[in-house]
C-alpha cells in the first residue's frame, strides 16, 4: 500500500551538495511527520531528520547546520538538501516517518563522500 521511492543519491567531494527525493505513494504526506534515515557500511540504520505536519524540523547533531528537510505536499514528496558534505556522511539514504516503525521500507538511494 505505502511506497517509498528514494532517489538523487550520487558520488561529491567533501564540502559538496546534494539534494535527495522521497516520491511517495499510498499515503497524503500532509497527514504524517515525516523524516529521513542513513545506513552507512557495518552500522546501524540512524535517523538524521524530521519534517512534522506543522513543518517543524529536527536533526541529528551531526547535520544541523548543513541539511534541510522539507516537503512538498502537493507532490506527496519529501526532499533531504544536504550542504557542506563531510567523509562520514556516505550512506544510504532512506525516508520514512521518523521512528521508521510503521511502514516498509523503500531501496534507499547511494550517497558516497570522496576526496
Known amino acids: 500500500q505505502v511506497q517509498f521511492v528514494e532517489s538523487g543519491g550520487g558520488l561529491v567531494q567533501p564540502g559538496g551538495s546534494l539534494t535527495l527525493s522521497c516520491a511517495t505513494s499510498?499515503?497524503?504526506?500532509?497527514?504524517?511527520?515525516m523524516g529521513w534515515h542513513r545506513q552507512a557500511p557495518g552500522k546501524k540504520r540512524e535517523w538524521v531528520a524530521t519534517?512534522?505536519?506543522?513543518?517543524?524540523?529536527n536533526y541529528t547533531d551531526s547535520v544541523k547546520g548543513r541539511f534541510i528537510i522539507s516537503r512538498d505536499n502537493a507532490k506527496n514528496t519529501v526532499y533531504l538538501q544536504m550542504n557542506s558534505l563531510k567523509l562520514e556522511d556516505t550512506a544510504v539514504y532512506f525516508c520514512?516517518?521518523?521512528?521508521?516503525?510503521?511502514?516498509?521500507w523503500g531501496q534507499g538511494t547511494q550517497v558516497t563522500v570522496s576526496s
Open positions: 519534517i512534522t505536519r506543522d513543518n517543524g524540523t
Open positions: 499510498g499515503i497524503i504526506v500532509s497527514d504524517y511527520n
Open positions: 520514512n516517518e521518523p521512528l521508521g516503525l510503521a511502514f516498509t
